[in-house]
């Protein structure tokens, strides 16, 4: 909230995280209602969590894949979201069926698959080994969708020791955000207040301009 850069964490599990994320500096969180995925949560628990952070100011996500509008909308009435997250491969007219502003994720920078879906923020994940295990690509790759004004989401295997890297490799446009899970967990999936506190304090040191040389 206090920088350029917006800082999602995903796959938060528990109110607890939720609350640590805020006092982390987290613009959003991510709550993730994918059947295979595991950090995947009921909406008797997603509503607790948001429950937590009401007030706060942090934009709440429901992250989905290829499931159903009923399944969806049945989530969106137990809990309070500000935004959508779709992380299969749905089309422009589903995406559209959804009234909240929508994160559509992509496998890596496709601008031809971006041109897709006009209206929606893209969240640019690994190309080909998708979200939420924590590989690494070439993040460089997105600045080509920055650049003609695209809403980027910078995701896949970032951490507090390698963010600031893919935020200066974009070039001098930065992303719109950036977007986190195993990055700042724990062996069990749960949100380490650290490692979330360094790297909100990563990404708002790489949006700091450099230092002038130092005169002679």
Not at 7 to 18: E, L, M, Q
Not at 90 to 110: N, R, W
Not at 190 to 205: I, L, N, S
Request: overall charge negative; some cysteine; hydrophobic content about 40%.
């Amino acid at each position: 909230m206090s920088g350029n850069v917006r800082i999602k964490i995903c796959g938060i599990t528990h109110p607890d995280d939720a609350v640590a994320a805020v006092e982390a500096g987290a613009d959003l969180i991510g709550l993730n209602f994918v059947p295979t995925s595991r950090r995947r949560i009921d909406p008797n628990r997603a509503a607790a969590i948001c429950q937590a952070v009401e007030g706060s100011g942090v934009e709440r996500v429901a992250v989905f894949q290829d499931q159903g509008w009923d399944e969806i909308e049945r989530v969106l009435r137990r809990a309070e979201f500000e935004r959508v997250q779709l992380h299969g491969s749905e089309t422009e007219e589903e995406v559209e069926l959804v009234e909240l502003p929508v994160i559509k994720a992509l496998p890596g920078a496709d601008l031809e698959l971006a041109e897709q879906y006009p209206g929606s923020m893209l969240l640019l994940d690994h190309p080909s080994e998708g979200g939420g295990r924590g590989n690494t690509w070439d993040w460089s790759e997105a600045s080509a969708l920055i650049e003609i004004g695209l809403d980027v989401i910078l995701a896949g295997g970032l951490n507090p020791e390698n963010v600031a890297q893919a935020i200066d490799g974009v070039g001098d446009i930065a992303p719109w955000g950036v977007d986190v899970a195993t990055g700042v967990e724990g062996d069990d999936l749960r949100k380490d207040p650290g490692r979330m506190k360094a790297f909100v304090e990563a990404v708002r040191q790489a949006e700091e301009p450099p230092l002038p040389p130092e005169s002679p």
